[in-house]
């Protein structure tokens, strides 16, 4: 294990705190600067990578190469295809993962990695388009990109101005801006970007249709308009949901009848013995269709202080029912 052979000195909370303001006032000066920087090199470099037939690789060393996976990770859940690829790894075999139809985007802020700057001439005879973001615009990776965005900063947020620090966010800020801009361009939406976050909430939100989480054929609780007071409490305590729809011959929802509407009545002091399901239902319920959103119905509970909605066909046909244990379930809400 390595540890620091400097001097220790007793921990000093004021110099901590000073310390981290300072870094993020050098920090945001970079970016500041970045912003006032960019021109239309960043617009070409966009369009570029908007016209790429294949994925965006990209490549960098050390911090910058981990600054490198998460760019590569953000295009990639935003619409651009892409994926990293170690450019030492490159020399070794990875480079064969490298097609003409890519474009490398290449990451060193002095421009001078040698474990890059060892694979240019095989991108080069490869005639994959090479892209570079560094702080050096003299270097040789500068030298032989097709397009360069300058990432240089005044100096590193460390002390002794030597760690990755301003560095590293200015080229991670750079990257995101890649990003940002590509995905308007290509007119990403939300619901693109639940398809490459299905495990999200996100995702569930917005992948998730009432068809996927409603219950269907007998599980549906539903008796016909006629049937006793007695028929329609079994069958609400048959299904378990608290509730039953009440349909025509043909299967069209009538209305419906649900735990709080026989508290209300009885609250009333009503004899339901000799009522009919016709006589006690909510006439007009609240339904959904079921290609609707989950989100949608979850969202007309809480509206109306309910937990189940009847699922209906274009025709009014009852096919199914939702409860909102069926939303918890599915982790919609």
Known sequence: MHVATGAPRPFDADQALRLARETFDIEAAALRALGQRVDSRFAQVVQ?????QGRIVVMGMGKSGHIGRKIAATLAST????LFVHPAEASHGDLGMVTPQ???????NSGESAELTAILPVLHRLG???IAITGNLQSSLAQHADGVLDCSVEREACPLNL??????TAQLALGDALAVALLDARGFRAEDFARSHPGGALGRKLLTHVADVMRAGEQVPRVPPQAAFSDLMREMSAKGLGASAIVDGQGRVLGIFTDGDLRRRIEAG???RAATAEQVMHSSPRTIAADALAVDAAEMMETHGITSVL???ADGILTGIVHI???MRAKVI
């Open 325 to 327: 244990g069926d939303l």
């Open 311 to 313: 699922v209906v066909g």
């Open 163 to 168: 760690a990755p620090t301003t560095s590293t």
């Open 128 to 130: 994959v388009p090479l």
């Open 48 to 52: 570029q990578m908007l016209q790429t």
């Open 102 to 108: 890519d474009l490398v985007l290449a990451i060193s």
């Open 79 to 82: 619409g651009t295809p892409a």
């Open 270 to 272: 009503a004899d339901l």
